[in-house]
């Protein structure tokens, strides 16, 4: 009985692990099937094969240039982000009025559409990386106050107290107790802030830029290029997952212990 | 020596707290004197004010009435001859065992210095913890967490030791061999206790003398002397005066309202 269960059960073991992978395949491949049998022309669905062939018929050095572009507002924009959020946080944290003062202003910023928004930014700081890096920044940092605020106000009262009963100034009980306590909050913020970041440079080169892949989506279907245009999203996607997994990444190499513990 | 002995050297005198002006008072007329190196415990039911009690032999809370003082002075401001041991080991996760041992001066002076790496060496050696002295505080027992949270609260090296509730979260097993731990320690290093627990027998097996609280408004019912001989070990619990002294306050827990 156990020689027969064996394979059986490494087999299933197998098909469990790569479940995801194999759906995802078998989607594209459904897709691709579906385009052809159907006979769907290219500008409404365009097959995952005329996709990839649209990729490789834009070079190499361009795909750089618009990646470039768009990386390099996203992660500006990001960290610009960071520089503001936690710095505000902390403030809003330890002042009662700060905290007062900020925080309707914070909700006003949140509930304005960036994207309504954009133009106007765009008029004002001018076309270049300085306006796309705000209109990111605008988009990614509220993620980042709330989850970096919500960590430091957790901290329990008995790691307070510990502080309270060594007499510490208060920038140590900020940096030494409530900033690590409030790292895997941060995390999230920033797993979510970054995806965020993506699509706030993604939304400024649509209101104004001569590369970038957002530009490079926009610009391709305004030509009907449509098998192109899904590339540059696809690609998008791509680098978008990379940035997310990276911040994981980041997490586990220098913070293991804030991860959820495995059981 | 001996009037050192028996003065007083952590003072209550009719101390009273309610946490807002108009709420009830939490804990009412404590009248307490520890002397120095006395090991005092305090039970009661939950929620009768023991943990607000530490807190203001703590320098944490100025009581809203009467007044704690140590050595004469009134206690206004945590003092440095103070270490706090809590009910959960409330170590930092993000730090090595070694490193949370460290933390009150890391925490209090910004650094510390090789000296008193060894010092915390030398901590861990006694609690048994050397080999763990890098690891996280996850990757170890509940108990041993505890000794970390102890031997944190013994870097500064106190007088005053104050402990709420330290053991509680630990299985019957750990608890009683982390007591006589503790017990080891406060012979070798003798210092002021004053150790809350909601365990009678607990209180009766450590203590030199135990406070016995009412429920809320927490007041002193009792003050038992603990004269059991030390040291004392798991044969102590077995003597006829265990037993009685365990009865006695017993008596008070589960029906405080007719004096034994
Ligand atoms: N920070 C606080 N603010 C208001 N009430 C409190 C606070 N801490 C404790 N209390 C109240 O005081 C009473 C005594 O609490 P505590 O001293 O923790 O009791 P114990 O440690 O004996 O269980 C409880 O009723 C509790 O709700
Ligand atoms: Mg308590």
């Known amino acids: ?263 | 020596m001996d009037q050192a002995k028996n003065s007083a050297y952590v003072s209550m005198k009719g101390v009273g707290h309610q946490y807002a002006p108009q709420a009830p008072l939490v804990v009412k007329d404590i009248d307490l004197d520890i002397h120095r190196h006395e090991f005092v415990a305090v039970v009661g039911p939950s929620g009768c004010g023991k943990s607000t009690l530490l807190r203001m032999v703590s320098g944490l809370l100025i009581p809203s009435q009467g007044e704690v003082s140590v050595f004469n002075r009134p206690v206004t401001e945590p003092r440095d001859d103070v270490g706090i041991v809590f009910q959960k080991a409330n170590l930092l996760p993000w730090l090595t065992v070694r490193k949370n041992v460290l933390f009150p001066l890391k925490h209090k002076y910004g650094s510390y210095s090789a000296a008193d790496e060894k010092r915390a060496n030398e901590l861990l050696e006694m609690a048994g913890l050397t080999q763990f002295a890098d690891k996280m505080p996850d990757e170890l027992s509940g108990g041993m967490q505890q000794r970390v949270g102890i031997i944190r609260a013994l870097l500064l090296n106190p007088d005053i030791l104050l402990m709420d509730e330290p053991f509680s979260a630990l299985d019957a097993l750990t608890r009683e061999q982390i007591g006589f731990d503790l017990l080891k320690i406060w012979r070798e290093h003798p210092k002021t206790v004053l150790f809350i627990t909601h365990s009678i027998s607990e209180a009766v097996l450590l203590s030199d003398r135990i406070l016995v609280m009412s429920k809320r408004p927490g007041t002193v019912l009792d003050l038992i002397e603990v004269d059991l001989p030390r040291p004392r070990s798991s044969k102590t619990i077995n003597s006829p005066r265990f037993a009685e002294l365990t009865d006695l306050i017993r008596g008070y827990i589960y029906e405080p309202d007719v004096p034994a």
């Not at chain 1, 790569?18 to 290219?42: M, Q, S, T």
């Open chain 1, 1 to 263: 009985m156990n020689q027969t269960s064996q394979p059986k059960l490494w087999l299933a073991q197998q098909a469990n692990r790569f479940a995801p992978a194999l759906f995802f395949i078998g989607l594209v491949l459904l897709w691709e099937l579906i385009c052809r049998v159907g006979k769907v022309p290219n500008y409404i669905l365009p097959s995952p094969s005329a996709i990839i062939t649209a990729f490789f018929n834009v070079e190499f050095s361009r795909w750089m240039i618009h990646l470039w572009a768009t990386l390099r507002v996203a992660l500006m924009g990001f960290v610009l982000s960071i520089m503001i959020a936690i710095p505000l946080s902390i403030g809003m944290m330890r002042s009662q009025l700060m905290n007062r003062i900020l925080y309707p202003a914070l909700i006003v910023i949140q509930s304005t559409p960036v994207v309504a928004v954009a133009p106007l930014i765009i008029v004002l700081l001018g076309t270049d990386d300085p306006s796309r890096v705000l209109i990111t920044c605008l988009i990614t940092f509220f993620p980042l106050v709330v989850s970096t605020t919500t960590g430091m106000l957790e901290t329990p009262p008995e790691m307070i107290e510990l502080s309270q009963s060594l007499r510490a100034p208060r920038y140590r009980e900020t940096w030494q107790i409530r900033i690590p306590y409030a790292i895997p909050h941060i995390f999230s913020g920033l797993r979510v802030s970054i995806t965020l970041a993506i699509i706030g440079a993604v939304v400024a080169e649509f209101v104004a830029a001569e590369e970038g892949l957002g530009y490079f989506i926009q610009f391709s279907t305004s030509f009907f290029k449509i098998p192109q245009a899904f590339a540059g999203l696809i690609f998008l996607s791509v680098i978008s997952l990379l940035l997310f997994k990276s911040v994981q990444w980041i997490q586990a190499w220098f913070f293991p212990w804030s991860l959820p513990k495995k059981k």
